[in-house]
Structures are given as C-alpha cells and as structure tokens.
C-alpha cells in the first residue's frame, strides 16, 4: 500500500467508518497529509535533473504514441525504461553508436539504400569491390562489424559527462 492510499483509509475511518473521531485525530491525520504533500514537493525540488527528463521522456512518448496524460500507454511505456537496470541503457547507447559508425561507413562508401532486390547487379558488385576495399582498413572492419565502441569505454565516457555536467550543474545552482 502506498502512501497516498494509506493516508485515504485513515481519511475514510476517522470520517466515521469505523471509529468516532475526536479532534485530536483529526489534526493528527491533516499534519500527516500536510507532512506528505511537503515531502512530495521537496522530493521534486531534490530531484529537478530527474524531473526534467522524466517530463522530456514522457512529452516524447505521448507524442510518439499520439496520445496525452490520460492515456498509460506511455506512462508504462516510460516507467518499463526506468526499470530497467542501467547496464542495459549503456549496452543500448553502445550499440546506437556502433550502429551510426556502420551507416556512417556505408554512406562514405556511398551504398545505396534500396532494397537489395531493386539494386542493379553491378552496382552490387561495384558496392561490393568496394567494401572489400574499404575492409582493408582495420578501422572500417570494426565500423562493419559493429565493433568501432567498446561497452567499458563507452560506460567510462558517460559517466565522466554526467559527473562534468552534475559537476558544472550544481556548481551553478550553489553560487
């Protein structure tokens, strides 16, 4: 049980649904409600990085699923992102990296992008002659093969940036 339905069945008992009321509990259960609502409000005051971004996020996924704030579709689909663990955004971002160095390799070799069923055959083979080229250089491997960014330095570099940026951030807000 949470806190906001925790406090709504006290509410529901001392306004006569299970024992008489005195004043006392009364003002006992509004300093709690009032105790709540002020932590609530310093929760987000502490946490305004997190909230910018929650808010972000969440603006990216109503607009995404077409939808609003009534509608849980991106509500869930934000609070499943949250979930899970942080290994798994950084695996992510790794591979979207390696990912953009691939497509960036092919652009460079200016491959096009149709569908292989509708690219003339020498153009297949020209594309190819030229990927083989393109292999010899062990760095244009790696981009091939999704290889170009390692999980451990790609974890070391955002945790450096974030560090900076809370670093500079709160630097900022305490002058």
């Known amino acids: 049980m949470n806190i906001e339905k925790a406090v709504n069945r006290i509410k529901w008992r001392i306004l006569g649904n299970g024992w008489k009321a005195n004043q006392i509990d009364i003002d006992a259960l509004n300093r709690i409600i009032n105790y709540v609502i002020q932590k609530e409000k310093e929760q987000i005051n502490r946490q305004e990085l997190f909230a910018k971004l929650y808010i972000h996020t969440y603006s990216q996924f109503i607009e995404k699923y077409k939808s609003n704030v009534y509608d849980d579709i991106p509500t869930k689909e934000l609070h499943k992102l949250l ?51 393109a292999l010899k250089d062990k760095e244009n491997e790696k981009k091939l093969f999704l290889k170009t960014w390692e999980e451990d330095l790609v974890r070391e570099i955002l945790f450096a940036q974030i560090n900076n940026f809370l670093n500079i951030y709160y630097d900022v807000k305490t002058d």
């Open 83 to 133: 979930e899970q663990p942080l290994i798994v955004h950084i695996q992510k971002f790794t591979d979207k990296l390696n990912d953009i160095e691939q497509e960036n390799l092919f652009d460079s070799l200016k491959f096009r992008k149709d569908h292989p069923a509708t690219i003339p055959q020498e153009i297949k083979v020209k594309e190819t002659e030229a990927l083989s080229e």
